[in-house]
């Protein structure tokens, strides 16, 4: 019998190692469609290691599931809980039936955002290049992806907040324990299989020691009074914890509403600047020319005629004497859709003309194209002159001692030259050539007087430096839109400036020159700035020993995005390492746990096998004495 009794045992054992993934699965699909008992249910809701305890009355035991100790005794918050992940969630969506209403429903809700803003960047370019107006879908949910990231903003500030206030006022460990998600500080001496078999001995102490009938339950051991006490106890601090992170929910809903609505008001009203510049070298003659700029319109995915017409009209209304539009007013290929979108530049009005220059992304969508439609294509080539490593003389509506040299560069992005007809940015070419009629270019061995003032337009703010050893006295860009999105603004800090009016003294006899940067009318991608707004300028020019005399000096105040840059570089990288500490403990954590299981299992292995082997000599040796019994008799 005690043969019989052993290989019965280990068959048992080995049948229900190879059973239980599929009961899994079974009892998971049976909870999906309700069809599973009470039992059922509570050895479902204890593989799936809930907090929970189910008694069930009739039976001869009363199931008690545990959570392990990793997620309960050192659980600081409940939304960073293993139970309440978003992968446990989505599973329990689905595989729970009916759904539950206070999980379930706000799961599929925001994945379905998701999804849909996903879908929307996805299918902004086919989409938008080919319609005069930016579809709906995409006025939705293209800016919905963008909001994505405000969402992340939100969350990051309130998490950084209640981290701080633990850190002041929380208990000993609550700090480390919320931020390491409850992986670093359990099982130092145990491993996970340790835990587990105290449980097992627990549950079965219980169920051997409570006596059911059909009206009560009366437990018979202190192990149960113990264990159903230490649960209430987590119990209640979880529900506690549940309320504390419920109420950061609602404060990061609250911030992403708001800072979504204040982005879109800043991406789709544009602020109109009115600045003072000095200009070393600028004849008296020429002071208070008033220069329109405008750039990064972005006629495209998500920008429309509608658009162009409010850049127009606000800069007719400024009454500019030549206006500057400093690339990336194009953001797709050349095509009647795009024409229909920069239709409106034709009506820009101002006595010295319209100048224009590319930008990268007119450089990206085959700048030949572009080359083309605005050199010789009407009415474009009849109202905006094209400035590509040329120059032009500004003169004030022909007025007698003013003139102001105002250069074309092409884009930086055409150094490398990797698509065709891409061409770099050249000072020295740029002061020989001019341009000429029917869209042609007219070299010549002269150059600008030195003694007049030099204006150059550049879409990327950057070699300024270098510009003003050059005798630049001022440079107009675009490019950055003021980062448009925090916390993107961490990846400008190379630029020379991101926004508004810098000063640069390189020693020059002639004074400090002078970069300003515009963020654009409309910018690239989703229409939403946050911590960022959208421009056109006037400036005006002033003489510098005028403007000195009358006691004014130039508006270099720090703007909203240089802020916002400068956050960015403080709060990304510190935030990045303090991740970065604790997941490589988790990690490092985690491998020590996988090898002490492993060692434990190596363990049980060669314990059972010596019991095997002591199973086999007893059989060996009780068959030995049988035969010699049965000889004797």
């Known amino acids: 019998m005690t043969l019989h009794h052993h290989q019965r045992k280990r068959r048992t054992s080995k049948k229900k190692q190879k059973v239980m993934p599929l009961r899994k699965f079974r009892l998971s699909f049976m909870t999906m469609f309700g069809s599973a008992t009470e039992e059922e249910l509570s050895e479902f809701r204890y593989q799936n290691q809930r907090v929970d305890i189910k008694l069930v009355r009739g039976a001869k035991s009363v199931p008690i599931v545990l959570k392990p100790q990793s997620s309960v005794a050192v659980s600081a918050d409940s939304i960073s809980m293993v139970a309440d992940s978003m992968l446990s969630v989505c599973r329990e969506t689905a595989t729970t039936w009916p759904p539950n209403v206070n999980r379930s429903v706000p799961t599929i809700v925001f994945l379905a ?36 990231l405000i969402l992340v903003c939100a969350v990051w500030l309130v998490d950084g907040l209640y981290l ?302 270098q510009a003003a050893k050059d005798g630049v006295g001022l440079q107009l860009s675009g490019h950055t839109h003021g980062g448009q999105l925090w916390p993107q603004h961490v990846f400008l800090g190379w630029y020379d400036a991101i926004s508004g009016l810098h000063k640069f003294d390189v020693g020059s006899p002639d004074g400090p020159s002078y970069l300003f940067v515009s963020e654009g009318v409309v910018g690239w991608g989703p229409r939403l700035r946050f911590l960022s707004k959208t421009d056109i300028a006037l400036l005006t020019l002033r003489s510098p020993e005028q403007m000195a005399a009358e006691g004014k000096v130039p508006d270099t105040h720090l703007t909203l995005a240089t802020f916002a840059m400068y956050l960015a570089m403080v709060l990304v990288p510190s935030s990045l390492i303090a991740c970065y500490v604790p997941t490589l403990c988790w990690a490092k954590h985690n491998i020590r746990i996988r090898r002490k299981r492993r060692s434990s299992d190596y363990g049980d292995e060669l314990v059972n096998e010596e019991e095997e082997e002591a199973d086999e000599e007893e059989v060996a040796n009780s068959t030995i004495l049988e035969d010699e019994s049965r000889n004797l008799v």
């Open 164 to 465: 701080a206030w633990l850190g002041c006022t929380g208990k000993e460990g609550d700090l480390q324990n919320w931020w390491w998600r409850d992986g670093l500080l359990f099982s130092n001496s145990q491993s996970n299989a340790a835990v587990y078999q105290q449980q097992q001995q627990q549950q079965q102490e219980v169920n051997d020691g409570i006596n059911l009938d059909s009206n009560s339950i009366t437990p018979t051991t202190t192990t149960e009074h113990s264990i159903i006490g230490d649960t209430d106890a987590k119990a209640m601090r979880l529900d506690a914890e549940r309320s504390s992170a419920k109420k950061r929910v609602v404060l990061i809903l609250i911030l992403y509403v708001w800072w979504t609505a204040w982005s879109r008001a800043a991406a789709y009203s544009p602020h109109i600047l009115e600045l003072s510049v000095p200009v070393p070298r600028l004849p008296l003659q020429c002071d208070g020319y008033r220069l329109g700029m405008a750039s990064d319109l972005h006629a495209g995915t998500m920008s429309s005629a509608k658009d162009t017409k409010w850049m127009v009209e606000h800069l007719n209304g400024l009454q500019p004497d030549a206006v500057a539009l400093v690339g990336d007013i194009g953001d797709q290929p050349v095509n009647d859709f795009l024409k229909q979108k920069l239709a409106p530049l034709t009506q820009l009005q101002a006595p010295d003309g319209i100048y224009y220059t590319f930008g990268n992304h007119e450089n990206k969508y085959h700048i030949d194209d572009f080359r083309t439609m605005f050199r010789t294509e009407s009415p474009f080539a009849d109202k905006i002159t094209l400035l590509e490593n040329e120059h032009t003389i500004l003169t004030k509506g022909y007025s007698e001692g003013c003139s102001i040299v105002l250069m074309g560069m092409a884009d930086m992005s055409g150094v490398k030259g990797q698509k065709e007809g891409q061409v770099a940015p050249n000072v020295a070419l740029a002061l020989h050539s001019t341009p000429g009629p029917n869209g042609s270019t007219i070299h010549s061995d002269t150059i600008p007087s030195p003694s007049l003032p030099m204006i150059m337009m550049q879409h990327q703010p950057r070699n300024m430096t």
């Open 113 to 148: 955002g998701v999804t849909l803003s996903l879908m929307g960047n996805k299918f902004s370019r086919k989409l938008g290049y080919n319609e005069a107006e930016p579809d709906w879908f995409l006025s939705i949910f293209f800016n919905a992806y963008g909001s994505l």
